[in-house]
């Protein structure tokens, strides 16, 4: 089991930043990937990107290239989403989740997942 906790989300003005973080324990030694997701009321959660747990090789979807940057602290067992110049249509809840088997970068299976944080933007 791997349990994961998102930290760092609240209101935020448009045009500012923030950092989420993901804390991993248990058997976080496990992961190959760590994914990130987002969840507007009503619509279906959508991938942000995720990054390979050992070398860092990130992907992003198209939409968020610009604005999002995924990193990790493998030795602190801790992900991170760094999203700059926010916009009110990135007001959803964010969620890290987590691979213990090999899976595509790409791909919105998961095997872990945190709680959550709500990030609301006002404009």
């Known amino acids: 089991q791997v349990q994961l906790v998102e930290y760092g989300g609240g209101l935020v003005q448009a045009g500012d930043s923030l950092k989420l973080d993901c804390a991993a324990s248990?058997?976080?030694?496990?992961?190959?990937?760590m994914g990130w997701f987002r969840q507007v009321p009503g619509k279906e959660r959508e991938l942000i990107g995720a990054?390979?747990?050992?070398?860092?090789?990130?992907y992003y979807v198209d939409s968020v290239k610009d604005r999002f940057t995924i990193s990790r602290d493998n030795f602190k067992n801790r992900g991170y989403l760094q999203i700059d110049s926010l916009k009110p249509d990135d007001t959803a809840v964010y969620y890290c989740?987590?691979?213990?088997?090999?899976?595509?970068?790409?791909?919105?299976?998961?095997?872990?997942w945190g709680q959550g944080t709500q990030v609301t933007v006002s404009s």
């Open positions: 989740a987590v691979n213990i088997v090999f899976r595509r970068l790409e791909s919105d299976e998961y095997d872990y």
């Open positions: 248990g058997r976080a030694f496990s992961t190959q990937t």
């Open positions: 990054i390979r747990w050992s070398g860092g090789r990130t």
